[in-house]
Each structure stands twice: as structure tokens, then as C-alpha cells.
């Protein structure tokens, strides 16, 4: 009886651990789901029906995350035996047939029993329920405060559209006008939706076609749109019982415009256009300019990014193949299409394109020229940078030996390059006829060679031999508790005696650089002729006649034939030392004053200065005002947004001073922000610096000098 009731109580803990666990997961996912439902609402007009399928989805992936099915006994014994120490360790013993007991045990179950029957639910149990709990009311208040507040989002029907908003500020309708509604239809490569405001002020794709209608009231009314290029377009009604009248104009360009209602002029509103960019093209790899060297495959992988504000049309590698030399040098060109398929729908495209040199027809020496050409949806191509591809050529490098200087004779142990390539070539010929011993002896052989050339021309880097590498102290004297902590050990043994070699040389550093690279190619060769590779050490040694080559022809020096004549010496004024003509050089600079805008710009702010203190300025002040009101009309007309409202403020200054009244102080320092915009700052002009305090010396020696001037 007392087994039937500890596993009762136990399983009955059990069923509580899990039901709590699972309405929990219920709570959090209802919440989350409520709070998600709302911003998909409020943000992306979902439908909130969606609320339920979202909780079901959470549930079940936070069932399927905690598994609380997978509680068992065994687990719920665990943790009582962990948290309450009453039970001394022992509550599996009541999931354990009595018959199958010892007497100890037995003992010891009918302890544990008592003491569980004193034990109440535990919070670990229900804590999960709680935190729950408090969860979902959060979250269920969160997602009621965002239904409440109301949120604008624009969003467009098109995901390839981009948002594309006018600026909220307030602007005055003119008088006479009730109301207007304006149509942009923009291009339809930009695959933008039609859409509708009621402001005058314009911020359009280039080539938008505008539709303005108006509404005028009881009364028909004459009304006209002034753009800033001189052009005017009426506003028609459709009949003679219509209020409203309408006019249709395309979007070419910036600038602003005003509206006439029976003769009287409107502010103005600026048309701010988003000019169609043409495609952004940019080549990951390969380099601009790359060399396929002797035993590289020929070919090359072609990575580049396409970008365009409204879409890509159509991408291609355009390449060109030069081969011959001299005068009869031959050009191929030929257009290489992407795998990729051009929709015009993406904005963006990642190209790649493996080009095979040998399909293409290329020999070496042969030099390919290729440069990706983009069109976007609007037919504006763009073109990328040149992109060069040269193949070597070992003929070529074969056809003269690389010597230092015109000598033609060295002595027999010294092989150049040239002959190392050839015998490496014959040993590879000769393989099949050779034996085993003697084709690694032969290898080995041009290994040493292949050290030997290596050695000498690392003598004009500085490098000497390769023994003594640790300096004169031996690595033994080290160890000698004896040199411990001693710097001059150290610098002995590591360092040498004199100055740098490398540094010793009178090679510029691009050629040292050259001669680096060539010593490590030569190191490559020699490594895999030690190694019995003489197929593997082929590339190495082309590459390093090839950088040989290229440092020969560096040493050519060309100079200039020139055809000026200097003056005829003096044979009776040489060596007599006579410094009477001779006078010392005088440089005069004459600092050029503002002209034109600048100039214009600078008077009219003083003006403007002057006009915040006294309320009526002179003729000449006024003529200035009317001069920059024409500086800031031209710039408005191609930056509005930035112009636009310091135009409008000093043409209210000047119809202001014109009636006699006093400007606004708003009105002159908008006028001013405008004005500063558009001059140029000045050149920095010479000064004084600051120079360290002189010492007692210094200052003497100079008044010495203002002594001997004076």
C-alpha cells in the first residue's frame, strides 16, 4: 500500500511539472504572437486573422524546443532528492517494488515515504506558470499600446519601388485656390506606382509626368504655373460650369515655380528631381593588369557586381585579343555573354564568368583587353575600367641569355637561367631512357646549379653566404648562464658588425623588391629539382627568367635629343670672379581681389548686416541685393531644397524695402544662410607661426642683424 502511494504522489508531481511547462509555452506564444500581429498590422496591412495561424506556428516550435513530455519519474525523483534534503536521496526507492527491497531499504523507504507526505508542492513547479503569466500581460499591454498610437508608414505595392517622400513642411496655398491635387506618373522603367499629394512642392523621378488639378471655387479663375526656364503653362477647365482646371507638364530637370492666380504671384515651390543614375559596375577580380605565367592555367575567373537605382537591363564582357608584335599587330574583339538571365527586375546582380583563354584563340605573348559593359532599364550604358591579361612568353625569353651587362663570357660552373630551363626541359625528354639514380642525380645537379645562380645574384642584395647565419657568438654561448640578461650576447648573435648590406646597395627599392621576388621563385625551382619534380620546378624557373628579363630592360635609360642653344662662354670673364651683375631676385605678387559672384555674394551680406540696423539702405546696396537675388535664382534652380527658401526670404526683403517698409530679421537671416552657401571660401593667406621661444644666442644674433641693415 505504502508503494502504490509514493509512486502516486510522484506521478502526480510529474503530471503537474509537465501541464504547468505546457501552459506556459501557450502564454509566451499567445503573446508574442499578439504583439507580432500588431506591428505586421500596423506596418504591413496584414490582416489580423493572421494572429492565430502565427500562435500555432510559435507553440509548436516551443513545445518542439522544451519537449516537456520528456519529464519523467525518474526526473521528478532527481530533482526532490537535489532540492529537499529530508528525503536523504532516497525517493527512488518508492519507484521500486516492495518484494524486491532488503530490509535496509525497506527501512529506508518507509522513511522517505513520511517525509514526502510532509513536503508541499514545490515552487520550481509552478514558477514557470507564473513568469508566464506576468509575460502575457506585458505583452498583451505592449501590443494594445501600439494599436492605440497611431503609426504612418509608406509603403509601396511594388517591393522594387523606393520610398520616395516630400517634405511635410507647410506651405501656403495661394489665394483664390481651394484646393489641389497633383498626379506624378513616374517613368515606367522605374516600375513606381502612380501616386497622389496635395502639396505643390515636387520631389519626382526624372521624366515624371505631372498632373496638377485645381480646384477655384465658386468663380473661374486664371491661373498659370511660372517655371523657373521661362516657360509658362496654363491651367485649362474642362467646361464652363467646372471649378476645376488642369494642366500637364514632364519633369526634365530641378528648379521651382510659381503660381499666377488672375495676376497674382504664389511662393515659391521648389521641383526637386531624382536624376536616373546609370549603372554601378565594380570588378572584384582578377587584377587590373595580371600576367599568366608558364604552367598556370589559361584562364581567368571574372567577378563583378552590377548595381543600378531602378534595374539592370543587360551586362556583357566585351573583350579584345592583340597578337603579333611591331607593325603587324592584329586585334580580335569579341562580346562574352553571362549565364545570367537579364529580367530588368533586379536591382543588383552578382556576375561571374570563367573565361578560357585558349578557347578565345590566344598564343603566348598575346594580350587580352576586356571591360564589362552594363546597361540599366532606362538604355544608359556604363563602361568599366580596362582590364589587361598577358600570356608569357617562354620563346621569347629563351631567345637571348640574361647577363649583368654586356659580357659575354663566365666561367663553366656558372649557368644562367636560360640554360637551366633547357636542361630541365632535356631532363624531362629524357626521363623514359634514364634510370631512376641517374634522373635524380641529374636533378639534384640542376639544383645545385639552380643555388649557385641563386647565390650570385643575391650578392646585390648584400647577402654573402649562407653559413654563420647566427653571427660570430655561437648558439651555445646563449645557454651560458653566464651571458644571461647581457644585450651585447644577444646583438652578437643575431646581428652584424656593420652596416645593413641590403641597404649598402645603390638599387632603388622597386628593384630590390624585383630581386626578392626573383630569389624566392629561384628558391621554388630549387626546392622541387632537389626533390626529384623537375615538371613542378618549370614554372618557377620561367618566372624567375621572365622578372630577370624585366630587370635588364630596366636598366635602359632613355634621354631627350635637345635642340635648345645655351649661351656662348666667355673665355676673358672666366675664373675672374667678378659678381657685379649678378643682383639678387625680386618676386612681386599682386593678390587678386573677389570678382564676380564672390564679390556680389560678399556686398550683398553687408548689406543684409547693415539692414539690421537701419531699416532702408542706399541705391547702390539695393542694385546689389537685385544682382544676388539673380546668383541665388540660379542656384535655386538646381538645388531647391537647399536655395529655394533663402530666394524666397530676400525677394520678400526687396519687395519690402521697395514699399517702404522694414525687412524681417527671419527673413534677412535665412537670405544670409543662403548666401554663405554659395560663396567660396577663401585661400588660407600666409602668416606667422609660432615659432619656439629664441635663447639668449638667437636673440643676440638678431639684433646684431637689425644693427648691420640699419
Given amino acids: 500500500m505504502r508503494e502504490v502511494s509514493g509512486i502516486n504522489i510522484i506521478q502526480s508531481l510529474r503530471k503537474k511539472w509537465i501541464t504547468n511547462s505546457v501552459i506556459a509555452i501557450v502564454f509566451i506564444s499567445a503573446g508574442c504572437a499578439f504583439v507580432a500581429g500588431i506591428l505586421l498590422y500596423k506596418f504591413l496591412s496584414v490582416q489580423l486573422w493572421l494572429i492565430l495561424p502565427l500562435f500555432v506556428v510559435l507553440c509548436a516550435a516551443l513545445l518542439f524546443a522544451k519537449r516537456p513530455w520528456q519529464i519523467t519519474n525518474t526526473v521528478v525523483t532527481s530533482f526532490l532528492n537535489t532540492n529537499y534534503s529530508e528525503l536523504e536521496e532516497s525517493c527512488g526507492l518508492l519507484l521500486k517494488p516492495v518484494n524486491g527491497l532488503s530490509l535496509l531499504e525497506t527501512l529506508q523507504a518507509e522513511r522517505t515515504f513520511a517525509a514526502l507526505l510532509q513536503i508541499t508542492s514545490p515552487k520550481q513547479f509552478t514558477r514557470p ?93 486664371n491661373i498659370r504655373l511660372l517655371f523657373n526656364d521661362s516657360t509658362t503653362q496654363q491651367l485649362h477647365y474642362t467646361n464652363n460650369q467646372s471649378k476645376a482646371c488642369r494642366a500637364v507638364k514632364t519633369i526634365t530637370s530641378s528648379g521651382f515655380y510659381q503660381v499666377m492666380v488672375d495676376g497674382k504671384l504664389s511662393e515659391f515651390y521648389r521641383i526637386e528631381m531624382i536624376k ?58 569579341q562580346n562574352i555573354t553571362f549565364a545570367t538571365s537579364f529580367n530588368g527586375q533586379l536591382a543588383q546582380y552578382q556576375l561571374q564568368k570563367m573565361v578560357d583563354l585558349a578557347a578565345l584563340g590566344m598564343q603566348p605573348a598575346d594580350e587580352l583587353y576586356f571591360y564589362i559593359k552594363a546597361t540599366d532599364n532606362n538604355n544608359q550604358e556604363k563602361r568599366s575600367d580596362m582590364y589587361i591579361v598577358t600570356l608569357a612568353d617562354t620563346a621569347q625569353l629563351m631567345e637571348s641569355d640574361v647577363l649583368l651587362g654586356n659580357v659575354k663570357l663566365k666561367p663553366e660552373f656558372f649557368r644562367s ?41 643575391g650578392k646585390f642584395l648584400g647577402e654573402e653566404n649562407e653559413s654563420n647565419e647566427g653571427g660570430d657568438v655561437e648558439a ?89 642653344k645655351t649661351t656662348p662662354l666667355k673665355p676673358e670673364k672666366r675664373l675672374t670672379g667678378d659678381l657685379s651683375k649678378i643682383i639678387e631676385p625680386q618676386t612681386q605678387t599682386t593678390i587678386p581681389q573677389a570678382t564676380g559672384v564672390n564679390q556680389t555674394v560678399a556686398a550683398s551680406l553687408s548689406a543684409l548686416e547693415e539692414l539690421k540696423v537701419v531699416p532702408h539702405i542706399t541705391v547702390n546696396d539695393m542694385q546689389v541685393l537685385q544682382q544676388a537675388l539673380q546668383v541665388i535664382s540660379n542656384k535655386a534652380a538646381a538645388e531647391p531644397a537647399v536655395y529655394l527658401q533663402g530666394l524666397q526670404s530676400l525677394k520678400k526683403i526687396l519687395e519690402t524695402l521697395q514699399g517702404g517698409g522694414k525687412a524681417s530679421l527671419t527673413d534677412i537671416q535665412t537670405a544670409e544662410n543662403a548666401l554663405q552657401k554659395i560663396i567660396a571660401a577663401p585661400g588660407q593667406l600666409p602668416q606667422k607661426t609660432v615659432a619656439q621661444p629664441y635663447n639668449q644666442l638667437q636673440q643676440q644674433y638678431f639684433k646684431n642683424l637689425q644693427k648691420a641693415n640699419n
Fill in 276 to 333: 536616373d543614375q546609370p549603372p554601378v559596375i565594380t570588378i572584384t577580380s582578377p587584377k587590373p593588369n595580371i600576367t599568366i605565367e608558364y604552367g598556370e592555367p589559361q584562364r581567368i575567373n571574372i567577378n563583378a557586381v552590377v548595381a543600378d537605382d531602378y534595374g539592370v537591363k543587360n551586362a556583357s564582357v566585351v573583350a579584345t585579343i592583340a597578337s603579333g608584335s611591331g607593325e603587324a599587330v592584329k586585334f580580335k574583339e
Fill in 476 to 564: 651555445g654561448d646563449l645557454n651560458d648562464p653566464k651571458n644571461f640578461g647581457k644585450a651585447s650576447a644577444i646583438l652578437d648573435a643575431f646581428s652584424d658588425k656593420h652596416d645593413n648590406a641590403e641597404d649598402a646597395t645603390f638599387f632603388t627599392d622597386d628593384i630590390k623588391q624585383q630581386l626578392k621576388a626573383t630569389l624566392t621563385e629561384m628558391w621554388g625551382a630549387e626546392m622541387r629539382l632537389r626533390t626529384f619534380k623537375p615538371q613542378d620546378a618549370l614554372p618557377y624557373e620561367y618566372k624567375a627568367l621572365r622578372l630577370l628579363k624585366d630587370l635588364q630592360q630596366k636598366s635602359r635609360v632613355y634621354v631627350a635629343k635637345t635642340t635648345s
Fill in 129 to 221: 506558470l507564473r513568469t508566464s503569466s506576468i509575460t502575457l500581460l506585458l505583452l498583451c499591454a505592449v501590443g494594445a499600446a501600439l494599436a492605440v498610437v497611431p503609426v504612418h508608414f509608406n509603403h509601396s505595392s511594388n517591393n522594387n519601388n523606393k520610398s520616395i517622400t516630400n517634405n511635410t513642411t507647410a506651405e501656403k496655398i495661394p489665394q483664390g485656390i481651394q484646393s489641389v491635387k497633383v498626379t506624378i506618373v513616374p517613368p515606367a522603367y522605374t516600375k513606381h506606382a502612380q501616386r497622389q499629394q496635395n502639396q505643390f512642392n515636387l520631389k519626382v523621378e526624372e521624366g515624371s509626368t505631372i498632373s496638377w488639378e485645381v480646384e477655384s471655387g465658386e468663380t473661374q479663375k
Fill in 417 to 457: 637561367e636560360r640554360q637551366i630551363i633547357i636542361e630541365t626541359e632535356q631532363l624531362l625528354k629524357d626521363k623514359d631512357t634514364l634510370r631512376v639514380e641517374d634522373f635524380k642525380n641529374r636533378s639534384n645537379n640542376l639544383g645545385i646549379d639552380q643555388k649557385l645562380l641563386r647565390l650570385r645574384y
